[in-house]
C-alpha cells in the first residue's frame, strides 16, 4: 500500500516508514507561537526544570494578536515575550510586523516537507506551501521548544478533488466554505486533508493560503496542497529553489474521498453561528448589515486588498456601514499603498488598522455594538468572536463584503466587478 503526503513527511522525519496509526517522537522544522498563546507556553516552560530553548533557529515569535497594546496588561506580555526572544536568540516579529500566518510563508520561513507546530489553530494555513503544519496546545509546544522533539499519531487523510474553472465573483474564500458545508464543522475531525484537481492550478498562492486556513474549520489536523509550477514559482521569488515537493502514491490509502465541481459555483455566505452554516449568496443576499471587516490571516493579502479596491475604488460606502481594513503584514501594506488599493479603500469610507489581528479575535481595532450583523473575511462566525455576544458574524469572500458595504446589506458581488 502507498502512502499519503502526511505518511510520507512523517517518515523523512523518523527516518522509517510508517503509516497512519503511528504513534511515534519526530524533530521539527519550525515551530510559532504569538502573543495570544505564548504566555501559556511559557508558564508550561517554567514548570520543566532548567528549560531551555533546543534550537533557536525553529523558534519564531509574533506579536499580532493585541497590536498596538490595548492595556499594561499587553504591554508587560509584548516585553516578556521580547525579553525571552532576546534571551534564547529566536526570531521575533514585533508589533506591526502583521498575522502569524501571514508573516511565517511571506518571510520564507516553509518549504515543502516541512513539518511544522504553531500554538494557534490556522498553523494549517501552511500546507498550502507542501507542508504539514497543525495547530498543538501550550503544553505541547513547551515541550517541542524544551527538547526539540515532539510526538504525533500520524493521522490518516482524506482527499478532496477541485475541479472546474472559478466563476466570476468567486474566490478562494468562497470554494473553502463550500466544501466545509459539504464536509461539516466536525467532518474532518483528527484528518489530514490533501488537495488535488485541476482547480489548484487556477489559484494563486494566496488563494491556496486561504483554503489551507480555512481547512481547520473542518475539524482537520492539517491541509496539505501540492508542491506544483505556481508553489515553486511562488517559492523561487522568495529566493527558495533547493525544495523536495512531496506528493502521494498512486495507490494510497484514504478514509474518505471528495470531490467538487466549482464551474458552476456561486458567491458563498456562512451565516452565524457555524461556519458550516453556509448558503449561496442568492439566499442571504438583501440581509442588513452595520459593519464590514476586511483582513485578518483569512483574506487580509495583497490580492484580497485588490478586489475590495476594485469594487469601492471612487464610491463610498454605505452611510449606515462601519468598514475596518487590516492588511495581513506591513509589507502586504505597503505594497497596496503603493498600488493604491489602501487610497482607494480609504476614500470609499474605510479604517485602516495596524497589520493585526485585532478585531477577528475581539482584541481591539472594532468591537461591534449589541445587535449588529457583521459581514467579515474572518474564518470564523462563534458567539463572541469578534468581542460581542449579541452580534451576529456572516463569512465571506472580499469581494462580496466589499459589495455589501456599498449597499448596507449582503449583496451579490457579481453586481460590481
Not at 104 to 112: L, Q, S, T
Not at 155 to 166: F, H, T, V
Not at 250 to 257: G, H, I, K, P
Not at 288 to 313: H, P, S, Y
Request: glycine share 10%; aromatic share 6%; charged share 20%.
Amino acid at each position: 500500500m502507498g502512502q499519503t503526503i502526511s505518511e510520507k513527511i512523517f517518515s523523512s522525519h523518523v527516518k522509517r516508514e510508517v503509516t497512519a496509526g503511528d504513534i511515534l517522537f519526530t524533530p521539527l522544522d519550525l515551530m510559532m507561537s504569538n502573543d495570544a498563546s505564548f504566555p501559556l507556553v511559557l508558564e508550561a516552560l517554567q514548570k520543566i526544570r532548567g528549560y531551555t530553548l533546543k534550537e533557536a533557529r525553529k523558534l519564531v515569535l509574533i506579536l499580532d494578536h493585541y497590536c498596538p497594546s490595548p492595556s499594561q496588561e499587553v504591554s508587560r506580555i509584548h516585553e516578556d515575550i521580547k525579553a525571552f526572544a532576546h534571551q534564547f536568540g529566536c526570531t521575533l516579529y514585533a508589533e506591526g510586523e502583521g498575522v502569524c500566518h501571514q508573516l511565517i510563508p511571506e518571510k520564507g520561513h516553509i518549504r515543502p516537507g516541512h513539518l511544522v507546530i504553531g500554538s494557534d489553530s490556522h498553523t494549517t494555513t501552511y500546507g498550502a506551501l507542501n507542508a504539514f503544519a497543525t495547530g498543538v496546545g501550550s503544553t505541547d509546544m513547551a515541550v517541542a521548544i524544551h527538547y526539540g522533539l515532539l510526538w504525533f499519531k500520524v493521522p490518516l487523510s482524506i482527499r478532496i478533488e477541485l475541479n472546474g474553472n472559478i466563476p466570476k465573483g468567486v474566490y478562494a474564500k468562497d470554494i473553502s466554505l463550500h466544501f466545509i458545508a459539504k464536509v461539516t464543522s466536525r467532518g474532518a475531525n483528527g484528518l489530514a486533508v490533501e488537495f488535488s484537481g485541476d482547480t489548484l492550478g487556477k489559484l494563486s498562492m494566496e488563494g491556496r493560503l486561504t483554503i489551507c486556513n480555512m481547512v481547520m474549520e473542518t475539524g482537520a489536523k492539517a491541509g496539505i496542497m501540492p508542491a506544483d509550477e505556481v508553489c515553486r514559482a511562488w517559492l523561487k521569488g522568495k529566493g527558495i529553489t533547493d525544495i523536495l515537493p512531496v506528493t502521494p502514491d498512486s495507490d494510497a490509502a484514504y478514509a474518505r474521498e471528495y470531490t467538487f465541481d466549482i464551474s458552476s459555483l456561486e458567491p458563498q455566505v456562512a451565516t452565524p453561528h457555524q461556519v458550516d452554516n453556509v448558503h449561496p449568496i442568492s439566499e442571504v443576499k438583501g440581509k442588513k448589515i452595520a459593519m464590514a471587516f476586511l483582513g485578518t490571516c483569512t483574506n487580509g493579502r495583497l490580492e484580497d486588498l485588490a478586489v475590495a479596491a476594485q469594487i469601492l475604488k471612487g464610491k463610498r460606502i454605505h452611510p449606515g456601514v462601519v468598514l475596518v481594513i487590516a492588511p495581513a503584514s506591513r509589507d502586504v501594506m505597503l505594497e497596496a499603498c503603493n498600488r493604491g488599493y489602501i487610497q482607494a479603500l480609504v476614500e470609499s469610507g474605510g479604517m485602516l488598522n495596524a497589520p493585526g489581528c485585532g478585531p477577528c479575535v475581539g482584541a481591539l481595532g472594532g468591537v461591534p455594538a449589541d445587535g449588529v450583523n457583521v459581514i467579515s473575511t474572518a474564518n470564523r462566525n462563534f458567539i463572541g468572536r469578534m468581542g460581542n455576544v449579541k452580534a451576529s458574524i456572516y463569512l465571506a469572500s472580499p469581494a462580496t463584503v466589499a459589495a455589501s458595504c456599498l449597499t448596507g446589506e449582503i449583496t451579490d458581488p457579481r453586481e460590481f466587478l
